[in-house]
């Protein structure tokens, strides 16, 4: 697959290019603003943005909610999200919804984890609760996507915890470094 160069609107203003020209980009499809099982994932992904900013990617993440609903649950995050509530950008890539995300028990786990670590800062009126827009039964997607506009990696995951670890991510990206 290839991804044809476009820029989007980021919600905390300004606009990511994909593919970038210079580096890879990390091309994320998370869920809804405020989810839990994403915050989860998202929180390993900022401990180590430096490191995969070292390795020459550039993370994107695309939520299907409104930029007004994703702000203030992503306003300290070092990367750029998008919102795409009418799930155009994930129709487009293929992006699925489907029961198996929140029924799959490996799944559990991380909604349990997730809840917990959010549960304080909304009661503290620090982070709103999430509102669900465009469903709870998405599917994480990972793309590993090259300046040229390549799709040379992905993820489709089978529930909503299973999305590349950062040293997935990044086992990725180093084998192109040294393709190249």
């Not at 992006?95 to 009661?123: H, I, K, N």
């Amino acid at each position: 697959m290839k991804i044809s160069p476009r820029e989007w609107d980021t919600v905390l203003g300004g606009t990511v290019r994909v593919p970038d020209p210079q580096r890879l980009v990390h091309l994320q499809f998370r869920r809804f603003a405020g989810c839990p099982v994403c915050n989860l994932h998202l929180r390993s992904i900022v401990q180590r943005h430096d490191e995969i900013t070292a390795h020459g990617v550039t993370e994107v993440v695309v939520f299907h909610s409104s930029a007004a609903e994703l702000r203030p649950h992503v306003a300290d995050l070092p990367f750029a999200v998008v919102g795409d509530p009418e799930k155009r950008l994930y129709v487009e890539f293929g992006v699925e919804s489907a029961p198996r995300s929140v029924l799959d028990p490996r799944a559990w786990g991380a909604m349990v984890r997730g809840t917990v670590r959010d549960l304080g800062p909304v009661l503290r009126g620090r982070r709103p609760l999430p509102k669900v827009e465009g469903g709870r039964l998405g599917l994480p997607v990972d793309f590993l996507i090259a300046p040229d506009g390549t799709v040379v990696a992905e993820k489709r995951g089978q529930h909503a915890y299973d999305q590349w670890s950062v040293a997935e991510l990044l086992t990725h990206a180093q084998a192109l470094t040294r393709q190249n």
